[in-house]
């Protein structure tokens, strides 16, 4: 007898984590006073999350979206000049600050945590500049303590909430092993990656570093969790102008190892907040421009924009006519059938075919009948997978919609 062929188990990745929805989320997270409700109102290009000199001074989140600048988009707007033009745009959530003791339910903790459990992404905002008029929680600024007691407070939230998971999990012993062999087996697993996931969190480290140690089973199981250790991050370091401008701070350095030792592969973007702000309260573009161009540096804000969408693992297909451009947004993976139904659940159900331009081949050759001349002008079926700038045209069947 043959022996039996291999099955090859999928690679684990970190755009596993997670589950998605079409309305993700970022939130800002950090201690009180760091900037995080400076920040919001400047990716926010408005004024609506209250800042002052206190700690605690967010206590409901706030939501905005922050629009996504896309040169994609814009040469699409140009070529068609269309009636209408949509942005892509990511949710971006201010959440209170966080001080030592959360997870017990000190400060504003419970409420911290809830709100961090909501969102699908992290953005740490980190302080790294003194100024003895602007209060710190805990006197002096030292950014890799802060986020020190940040991480450490998310993880023994996390281990609290898995503890009660295996308490709750173990009272169905006898009814998963009086049920079948197969419940058994899977309570069986469940109960293995509980004790996996609280062990892991007991050695000080994040589920979401934990990728080379997670089967796909126990990252489907992780999935239904929703820990809050397991949300990709990214670290906004908020510097004053001069550190700002002449890229240089004592406390970058410090910053980068700790971030290398303990989220590697994160991405790091310093800022200041009061000049981002100073810059978004200037009348024009051309103010803005003007006042960059004189300190030598670029926003911070459209890179940041852009790491947080992607961070959670999202992707941008555009439509694109004289009527409208429109850059619509879908998970990293998503198939064409997928993709269609963002746009309108009848076109998923009723899915035909998508017809697919690579924006660098459209941009390259300059219109859509070139491309169709040029040969790569594609007609795809159910399996496609979407990639980042395709502009696609969906066929569909209306009548299977129904």
């Given at each position: 007898?043959p022996?039996?062929k291999?099955?090859?188990?999928?690679?684990?990745?970190p755009?596993?984590l997670?589950?998605?929805?079409r309305?993700l989320?970022?939130?800002l997270?950090?201690m009180?006073?760091?900037?995080?409700?400076?920040?919001?109102?400047?990716?926010?290009k408005?004024?609506h999350?209250?800042t002052a000199?206190?700690?605690?001074?967010?206590?409901?989140?706030?939501?905005?979206?922050?629009?996504?600048?896309?040169d994609?988009?814009d040469w699409l707007?140009?070529?068609h000049k269309?009636?209408?033009?949509?942005?892509?745009?990511?949710?971006v959530?201010?959440?209170?600050?966080?001080?030592?003791?959360?997870h017990?339910?000190?400060?504003?903790?419970n409420a911290?945590?809830?709100?961090?459990?909501?969102?699908d992404?992290?953005?740490?905002v980190?302080?790294?500049?003194?100024?003895d008029?602007?209060?710190?929680?805990?006197?002096?600024v030292?950014?890799?303590?802060?986020?020190?007691?940040i991480c450490?407070e998310?993880r023994?939230?996390?281990?609290?909430?898995m503890?009660?998971?295996v308490?709750?999990?173990?009272?169905?012993?006898?009814?998963?092993?009086?049920?079948?062999p197969?419940?058994?087996?899977?309570w069986?697993e469940?109960l293995e990656?509980m004790e996996k996931?609280?062990?892991?969190?007991?050695?000080g480290k994040?589920?979401?570093n934990?990728?080379?140690k997670?089967?796909?089973k126990?990252?489907?199981f992780?999935?239904?969790?929703?820990?809050?250790?397991a949300?990709?991050?990214?670290?906004?370091?908020?510097?004053?102008?001069?550190?700002?401008?002449?890229?240089?701070?004592?406390?970058l350095k410090?910053i980068?190892?700790w971030?290398?030792?303990?989220?590697?592969?994160s991405?790091?973007?310093?800022y200041?907040?009061?000049?981002?702000?100073?810059?978004?309260?200037?009348?024009?573009?051309e103010?803005r421009?003007?006042q960059l161009?004189?300190?030598?540096?670029t926003?911070?804000?459209?890179?940041?924009?852009?790491?947080?969408?992607?961070m959670?693992?999202l992707?941008?297909?555009?439509?694109?006519?004289?009527d409208?451009?429109?850059?619509w947004?879908?998970?990293k993976?998503?198939?064409?059938?997928q993709?269609?139904g963002?746009?309108?659940?009848?076109f998923e159900k009723?899915?035909?075919m998508?017809?697919v331009?690579a924006?660098?081949?459209?941009?390259?050759?300059?219109?859509?009948a070139?491309?169709?001349?040029?040969?790569?002008?594609?007609?795809?079926?159910?399996?496609y997978?979407?990639q980042d700038?395709?502009?696609i045209f969906f066929?569909?069947n209306?009548?299977?919609?129904?």
């Amino acid at each position: 007898m043959p022996p039996k062929k291999k099955v090859e188990e999928e690679a684990v990745g970190p755009w596993m984590l997670g589950r998605w929805s079409r309305a993700l989320k970022v939130g800002l997270v950090g201690m009180p006073n760091v900037g995080k409700s400076t920040l919001y109102n400047t990716l926010s290009k408005s004024h609506h999350s209250k800042t002052a000199n206190v700690p605690f001074c967010t206590i409901d989140p706030t939501e905005t979206r922050a629009f996504l600048e896309d040169d994609r988009f814009d040469w699409l707007v140009a070529q068609h000049k269309p009636k209408s033009e949509v942005k892509a745009y990511v949710t971006v959530v201010d959440i209170a600050g966080l001080i030592s003791g959360a997870h017990k339910g000190e400060g504003l903790g419970n409420a911290f945590l809830s709100h961090i459990q909501s969102v699908d992404g992290i953005v740490h905002v980190m302080r790294a500049f003194e100024d003895d008029d602007v209060i710190h929680a805990e006197d002096t600024v030292d950014p890799v303590r802060d986020i020190n007691t940040i991480c450490s407070e998310l993880r023994l939230k996390d281990i609290s909430y898995m503890k009660g998971k295996v308490e709750f999990h173990k009272k169905g012993h006898a009814a998963a092993r009086t049920k079948s062999p197969a419940h058994l087996k899977k309570w069986e697993e469940e109960l293995e990656t509980m004790e996996k996931v609280i062990s892991w969190l007991e050695d000080g480290k994040d589920v979401k570093n934990g990728l080379d140690k997670w089967s796909t089973k126990d990252i489907e199981f992780i999935n239904d969790y929703g820990l809050l250790t397991a949300k990709p991050c990214m670290y906004a370091i908020n510097m004053n102008k001069k550190d700002f401008c002449r890229k240089k701070n004592k406390f970058l350095k410090p910053i980068y190892d700790w971030v290398q030792a303990n989220s590697p592969g994160s991405a790091m973007i310093p800022y200041c907040g009061a000049y981002e702000e100073e810059l978004q309260d200037m009348e024009t573009e051309e103010e803005r421009q003007k006042q960059l161009t004189e300190d030598g540096v670029t926003s911070a804000m459209p890179k940041m924009i852009t790491t947080a969408f992607h961070m959670v693992h999202l992707i941008n297909f555009f439509t694109a006519g004289p009527d409208e451009v429109k850059a619509w947004t879908v998970r990293k993976g998503y198939k064409a059938p997928q993709a269609a139904g963002v746009i309108h659940t009848d076109f998923e159900k009723g899915f035909i075919m998508a017809e697919v331009m690579a924006y660098t081949d459209l941009k390259e050759l300059g219109s859509e009948a070139a491309v169709k001349a040029g040969g790569k002008y594609r007609q795809e079926g159910k399996l496609y997978e979407v990639q980042d700038g395709d502009v696609i045209f969906f066929k569909f069947n209306l009548g299977k919609g129904k």
